[in-house]
């Protein structure tokens, strides 16, 4: 295949590549050269055949090429482009064409390369302008978003503010009378027992107040280590629970957010106290994991110990139920609410001789 036959063949080749490999190819980010090529192969193919295959079809493939290039470059650089080939597809059908039609025919087929590009350039715009609401409706969305947020930190820390005076005032008051009382029975001669009970009492309420204070920072939003107070907290239910407790924590420590601290905290707290209610003398065991995936804390004992029907100091004297140890507690029901609400989960079921609370925080 020589001469003619052979440029027909290659134009021919390059019409089909270039309309084959834009069609692939559509939606992929490339350059404007890369853009800007295809439709100039496929309009200059186009007037090669117009000139040396004469047809009604001939300025289809140019026609084509305009609309590609108005629809995928910038409107200035495509009328750079198109200019070219419109003036070349017209010039060729006016010289193919009867000599009595070929300024017709001219004008009719650049009118067509001019309609499809006006009309791919509107379409282009309109494109760009939905995009472009797009995209101001997600930044609307945002910018609620962040107002509710901002409205909820704002509420909460009204509401820590308040809680914080009124605990503050009224345990505080309390912790000065119950003082007042410890110094007052051990001027007299009373009860060791009452006198140890009113000390334990003074304790407790100075420890309420950690607490309180505790949910406080956790409404305005501060951090707190989830390994530091999980330390207090096992120390204090190894004393006033009669819990033989072991403590251990593994992987590199992260930060949690305030509410999944107290969630978790909260969770261990009424773990604990189950524990001492139903396996009082346990061994019990408080395993807190990081892990990539997630922050889980377990709390396991291994059932009720032999003769342990009761729960009291290492000094023998009587503490209050282990009910009013956390104000009555939240329940499994309780448990879970508070962990499902910051995006974790939460398993509890007998385990072994035992029971076991597993709580996971995602990371």
């Given at each position: 295949?020589?001469?003619?036959r052979?440029?027909?063949?290659?134009?021919l080749?390059?019409c089909?590549?270039?309309?084959?490999?834009?069609?692939?190819?559509?939606?992929?980010?490339?350059?404007?050269a890369?853009t800007?090529?295809?439709p100039?192969?496929?309009?200059?193919?186009?007037?090669?055949?117009?000139?040396?295959?004469?047809?009604?079809m001939m300025m289809?493939?140019?026609?084509t090429a305009?609309a590609?290039?108005f629809?995928r470059?910038r409107?200035?650089?495509?009328?750079?482009?198109?200019?070219?080939l419109?003036?070349?597809?017209a010039?060729?059908t006016?010289?193919?064409?009867?000599?009595?039609?070929?300024?017709?025919?001219?004008?009719?087929?650049?009118l067509?390369?001019?309609?499809?590009?006006v009309?791919?350039?509107f379409?282009?715009?309109?494109r760009?302008?939905h995009?472009?609401?797009?995209?101001?409706?997600?930044?609307l969305?945002?910018s609620?978003?962040?107002?509710?947020?901002?409205?909820a930190?704002?509420?909460?820390?009204?509401?820590?503010?308040?809680?914080?005076?009124i605990?503050?005032q009224?345990?505080?008051?309390?912790?000065?009378?119950l003082?007042?009382?410890?110094?007052?029975a051990g001027?007299?001669?009373v009860?060791?027992a009452l006198?140890?009970?009113i000390v334990?009492s003074?304790e407790l309420?100075?420890?309420?107040?950690?607490d309180?204070?505790?949910?406080v920072?956790?409404?305005?939003?501060?951090?707190?280590?989830m390994?530091?107070?999980?330390?207090t907290l096992?120390g204090?239910?190894?004393?006033?629970?009669?819990?033989p407790?072991?403590?251990?924590?593994?992987?590199q420590?992260r930060?949690?957010?305030?509410?999944?601290?107290?969630a978790?905290?909260r969770?261990?707290?009424e773990?604990?106290?189950?524990?001492a209610?139903?396996?009082?003398?346990?061994?019990?065991?408080?395993?807190?994991?990081?892990?990539?995936?997630?922050?889980?804390?377990?709390?396991s004992?291994?059932?009720?110990a032999a003769g342990?029907d009761h729960?009291?100091?290492?000094?023998?004297?009587?503490?209050?139920?282990?009910?009013?140890?956390?104000?009555?507690?939240?329940?499994?029901r309780?448990?879970?609410?508070?962990i499902e609400?910051?995006?974790?989960?939460i398993?509890?079921?007998?385990a072994e001789?035992?029971?076991?609370?597993e709580?996971e925080?995602?990371a």
């Open positions: 295949m020589t001469g003619e052979l440029v027909i063949s290659l134009a080749a390059g089909l590549l270039s309309l084959a490999i834009a069609a692939l190819a559509r939606g992929t980010r490339k350059s404007e890369a800007a090529a295809l100039l192969i496929l309009g200059a193919g186009g007037n090669v055949l117009a000139l040396l295959q004469s047809t009604s289809v493939p140019v026609a305009v590609m290039l629809a470059l409107p200035r650089l495509a009328v750079l482009l198109a200019a070219p419109t003036v070349a597809i010039v060729i006016a010289y193919v064409s009867p000599s009595r039609n070929a300024v017709q025919n001219a004008g009719a087929t650049a067509l390369c001019v309609v499809l590009g009309a791919y350039v379409a282009r715009q309109a760009l302008r995009d472009h609401a797009e995209l101001l409706l997600a930044e969305e945002d609620r978003e962040a107002g509710a947020r901002a409205a930190v704002a509420e909460r820390t009204r509401i820590a503010r308040e809680l914080h005076d605990l503050a009224s345990l505080s008051a309390l912790s000065v009378q003082e007042g009382a410890r110094k007052l001027r007299g001669t009860d060791p006198h140890q009970l334990r003074g309420t100075r420890e309420g107040l950690a309180a204070r505790r949910a920072a956790a409404l305005r939003g501060d951090d707190v280590p390994a530091d107070q999980l330390t096992v204090r239910c190894r004393r006033d629970l009669a819990l407790i072991t403590l251990s924590v593994t992987g420590p930060t949690l957010t305030p509410e999944a601290n107290l978790l905290y969770g261990a707290q773990a604990l106290t189950n524990a209610r139903h396996a009082a003398g346990s061994p019990t065991t408080v395993l807190l994991r990081y892990t990539p995936p997630a922050t889980t804390l377990t709390i004992d291994r059932g009720r342990a729960i009291g100091t290492e000094t023998g004297v009587p503490v209050p139920p282990v009910e009013a140890w956390t104000g009555g507690g939240n329940g499994l309780g448990m879970r609410e508070r609400r910051v995006g974790g989960r398993h509890a079921g007998p001789q035992g029971w076991t609370v709580m925080i995602p």
